[in-house]
């Protein structure tokens, strides 16, 4: 038995960033992880891999519409999908393995089994109970489903099963038009598939910009992604290579159904709490499952703090990488901050779309008098020459004081165009700030600066 000053159990972007904080800080450190390899979901089975797909097919898509225009004639190539899985696993090897050079380097250990909490101050690593003076649980999410739809990874599949079909499906049908369901629709589209996608509410990227929406699911369809939207999907029946939807449309009631190869079940996440002992040990929970904690990510257990996809907000890394750093520091005696209301959120399609900060729904409902500026990449020197002039940069003010309120982003490197109304917003900037920012050109991010301009007396360039 070991005693620690802090152990972190689950080694996902929460938890290992945690786990380096602390050691960072002084902290005698350990992580508990069952995986074979550190990184978590989010390194082995989400948000890296995925990645990796979306990249090789979008560069398939470039070489099957764009190459020939910018003079690079030849044979399109084939797709050899046995070597862009390996390619895929590389990625996450890569990165897995640097996490664990990460642990050697700052000194955390890894204990290696699923973690437990028999009591405050304890936690049971296989046979082996270590003292920690702080427990910080960051154990993550794991897929949900739907009444009458049974998981086997194979015809019926989460975003874990999709990254690694042993084919590609000729039709693949996505229950859930979030982030997952259109990131994994679009790397099988790509790659030939049909893909339609089933999604209960009457638009797509739920809580998303109405116009970023709008214009989201035109440029999706326009690549062959087809929606059905306002449908209750009812369940799936399979056979040995066959799955049937069944599915109703709120509009009327009527039942319809539909067949697919393979059938991807897109439908949210929820916190992954089990085995770990938090009823007996009184821990609080939320209604939806989520560990209850006070502004310091501690819950009411002294001792026992959580953060990331195991308690409320959005289930994103980036955010329980802020807890992460924030609850470490607080563990070591200092103040630890994170602001909620600058979190970004993107999705890797092609165009990109990211957003952070309010939309104008959101202000509506709260009564907010704004305005707003908005600059198309079609008047985007860099982006047209690039094939990719689809949509825009959008800039939320407030009315009176010009202060940025929001961002909405539906474009090229959206996900890294944000990051800089993010710092503006975390510094209170006004649009007028942005706009009076020299802007190298030519570059996507002229665009934004275009769209902070929108904001006053207008852009330039359109």
Not at 136 to 145: F, K, L, R
Request: proline letters at 3%; one cysteine or more.
């Amino acid at each position: 038995m070991a005693s620690y000053d802090v152990i972190v159990i689950g080694s996902g972007p929460g938890g290992y960033v945690a786990a380096i904080r602390c050691a960072q800080l002084g902290l005698k450190t350990a992580c508990v992880e069952g995986r074979d390899t550190l990184g978590g979901t989010c390194l082995n089975v989400g948000c890296i891999p995925s990645k990796a797909l979306l990249h090789a097919t979008h560069m398939l898509h470039e070489a099957e519409h764009n190459f020939a225009a910018m003079g690079l004639k030849g044979k399109s190539p084939s797709v050899d999908w046995k070597q862009m899985l390996t390619y895929k696993q590389d990625t996450i090897d890569t990165n897995t393995k640097g996490i664990e050079f990460l642990f050697k380097k700052n000194k955390i250990d890894w204990l290696r089994g699923w973690g437990s909490i028999p009591e405050a101050g304890r936690v049971k690593v296989g046979d082996e109970t270590h003292d920690a003076k702080n427990i910080i649980i960051a154990t993550g999410s794991q897929s949900s489903s739907l009444p009458g739809i049974e998981i086997d990874e194979k015809i019926v599949v989460t975003s874990t099963g999709a990254l690694e079909l042993g084919k590609v499906p000729k039709k693949l049908v996505v229950i859930g038009a979030g982030v997952i369901g259109l990131e994994l629709g679009s790397v099988y589209a790509r790659l030939g598939a049909e893909v339609q996608v089933i999604e209960f509410l009457d638009a797509i990227t739920p809580g998303m910009d109405g116009e970023v929406q709008k214009t989201f699911q035109k440029l999706l369809t326009k690549q062959g992604l087809k929606f059905t939207l306002g449908a209750a999907v009812q369940g799936v029946e399979t056979s040995k290579t066959k799955a049937t939807v069944t599915y109703k449309l709120r509009k009327d009631d009527s039942e319809h159904t539909m067949d697919a190869d393979v059938v991807l079940v897109a439908t949210g996440r929820k916190p992954y709490t089990d085995g770990l002992g938090l009823e007996a040990l009184g821990v609080e929970m939320t209604d939806r499952g989520q560990i209850r904690t006070d502004s310091h990510w501690q819950t009411n257990v002294k001792g026992i703090y959580a953060i990331g996809d195991a308690i409320t907000g959005p289930m994103l890394a980036h955010k329980a990488e802020d807890e992460g750093m924030a609850t470490a520091e607080v563990i070591a005696g200092r103040h630890g901050h994170v602001n909620y209301g600058v979190i970004p959120g993107v999705i890797y399609t092609h165009p990109e779309v990211a957003s952070v900060g309010k939309t104008e729904e959101e202000l509506k409902t709260e009564g907010v008098s704004y305005k707003v500026g908005k600059f198309s990449f079609m008047g985007n020197g860099r982006a047209k020459a690039n094939f990719a002039a689809d949509g825009f940069v959008k800039i939320i003010v407030d009315k009176a004081s010009d202060r940025i309120l929001g961002a909405h982003i539906i474009g090229p490197m959206a996900g890294d165009l944000i990051h800089e109304i993010c710092v503006a917003m975390e510094f209170g900037a006004a649009a007028q700030d942005l706009a009076l920012t020299c802007h190298a050109h030519p570059t996507y991010s002229e665009a934004v600066r275009e769209a902070a301009l929108a904001c006053g007396d207008g852009p330039i360039h359109m």
